[in-house]
């Protein structure tokens, strides 16, 4: 829990008298490990503006997750509760991964049932740093559970529309549909370069395989996947986004195997 207070770097703030009304402008914390199963600080802050913010923090192994709930300030309540839905969120915590549900939240040893909440999201990027020769690759990985389905992706598509006006030259190395975890996407593998012999810009290699989603099913929702590097490192980032899309699984099925 120490670590965890002295990772957020603040302390609870003191009282502010604005115009006459007293809006405390500050933090109140409290600690939610037992709820958490993990070092955890509920902050909450009162502002001018007459907003009520709740703040999670959850110090898990190599990350701090933070969770978020704004809510109208009440002049006559308490700064800090633990009766909110942020809270009420873990009192659903399940060991385990079996028999899971299919609005569950992972956390390293078990998971959150029953949010109900559709316009959830999540998304990690990775990079590979220059080091000599070598050149940077990034990598990035987004997931959202919008509640329609997305219009079904066609990448170089709207690069096309831009490349001719910024005189822009477009080599596909790859296009079509590729199956991952049992969705199927497309995968389109590109090289933007100018046109313009003087121009400064370097060509640059996009790999990227993208799933519309089935609205609202989070079995099947918004899926994408993203590497980009200078055109030079062609070689290394293909063998990287085969290994990458190679491997590629969902949670569940990864637990199940």
């Known amino acids: 829990m120490d670590a965890l207070r002295k990772s957020l770097g603040s302390e609870a703030g003191v009282a502010h008298e604005i115009t006459g009304l007293s809006v405390r402008e500050r933090w109140d914390e409290t600690d939610v490990t037992d709820l958490c199963g993990f070092p955890a600080l509920l902050r909450c802050c009162n502002d001018s503006r007459a907003d009520h913010n709740l703040e999670v923090y959850i110090g898990l192994q190599e990350v701090i997750l933070r969770l978020t709930e704004n809510r109208p300030f009440d002049t006559c309540g308490p700064c800090l509760t633990i009766n909110g839905p942020i809270l009420n969120l873990f009192r659903q915590y399940r060991p385990g991964n079996t028999h899971v549900s299919t609005d569950a939240f992972f956390l390293s040893n078990g998971r959150i049932e029953g949010l109900k909440i559709w316009s959830e999201q999540a998304g990690i990027s990775l990079e590979r740093p220059p080091s000599g020769s070598r050149q940077r690759i990034r990598l990035r990985f987004a997931t959202h559970l919008f509640a329609h ?109």
Not at 154 to 169: A, F, G, L
Not at 177 to 186: I, Q
Not at 187 to 194: A, C, F, G, M, S
Request: charged share 35%.
């Open 149 to 257: 389905p997305c219009d079904p992706p066609r990448i170089t598509e709207v690069v096309k529309s831009v490349t001719s006006k910024y005189r822009i030259e477009l080599k596909i190395l790859r296009s079509g549909e590729r199956v991952l975890a049992g969705l199927k996407g497309l995968e389109e593998v590109y090289i933007l370069q100018p046109k313009d012999k003087d121009c400064t810009d370097v060509p640059r290699l996009t790999a990227c395989w993208e799933y519309e989603g089935a609205g609202g099913d989070p079995h099947r929702p918004h899926v994408e996947l993203k590497l980009s590097c200078r055109a030079e490192a062609q070689e290394d980032a293909l063998r990287m986004w085969d290994a990458v899309v190679a491997n590629f699984r969902s949670v569940r099925e990864r637990c199940a195997g």
